[in-house]
């Protein structure tokens, strides 16, 4: 959105309720965060006590961030912070577990952990949802209106485990061999590229059934899930 003045033409009575609305997606489009844990909107930026920051959530509160506190002794320690739009207040959450992505579901934002725990976001605090476990190291490709996630086959090739991706909400799950391509939502489909395999295949899957609705073979590797054509 280009922040200029569009409001020659409006009755005087809208002017305040326009001005607050051309502020408020003025401020969102700005507020951008960086690895190295600092905020900026604008000109402004501030640092974090985040060392290393991996992950980010822009909401209606600010933005959510996941990282690394560095001690003295090289030690990581997880935290979860959140950066006000003014970036004036910062809030920090320490953690035992890593997390593994901020991800919004029913109009709440929710924090997922490596051990596929979630954590809700309310009255300024964390609180565990169990209700909603997820599998470890999972990750959530899609939150709406249901959550789609996928965890990863594990890297060594001895491992007799495979990966899978899959709907609590939709009651599926289906057992695919990836690792190194993201699944992704192309489209209406969830595609997802089955590298640990011995052939590499991509699946085009229905999110409501969770059946394959398309397969091929790939004959050389890809970086993009959503750049396969399944036709």
């Known amino acids: 959105m280009s922040c200029i003045n569009t409001m020659n033409h409006f009755n005087p009575s809208n002017l305040l309720l326009v001005c607050l609305l051309f502020l408020s997606a003025c401020t ?26 991996y992950s980010g959530l822009i909401t209606e509160q600010g933005v959510f961030l996941a990282g690394y506190e560095i001690d003295s002794q090289g030690i990581n320690h997880p935290f979860a912070a959140l950066v006000q739009f003014d970036l004036g207040t910062v809030n920090y959450w320490p ?24 954590h809700l976001f309310q009255h300024k605090d964390w609180t565990e949802d169990q209700q909603l476990l997820l599998k ?11 959550i789609i996630a996928c965890s990863p086959a594990p890297l060594m090739k001895t491992s007799h485990l495979r990966g899978s991706c899959y709907s609590p909400g939709n009651g599926w799950e289906i057992e695919l061999s990836w690792s190194l391509v993201k699944p992704a939502l192309c489209g209406e489909y969830l595609t ?33 899930a959503c750049a396969v054509v399944l036709n």
């Open 95 to 118: 953690q035992t577990k890593d997390i593994k992505q901020f991800f919004q579901y029913q109009d709440n934002t929710y924090m997922l952990s490596s051990t596929g725990q979630t």
């Open 28 to 53: 969102n489009a700005e507020l951008a965060w960086d690895y190295d844990g600092s905020v900026s909107q604008g000109g402004n930026r501030i640092k974090t006590k985040l060392d290393n920051t």
């Open 192 to 224: 997802v590229i089955e590298d640990r395999s011995q052939t590499l295949k991509a699946h085009q899957i229905n999110l409501i059934s969770g059946n394959i609705v398309r397969s091929i073979e790939l004959k050389t590797a890809v970086a993009d």
């Open 136 to 146: 470890a190291n999972s990750i959530v490709i899609d939150s709406s209106p249901h």
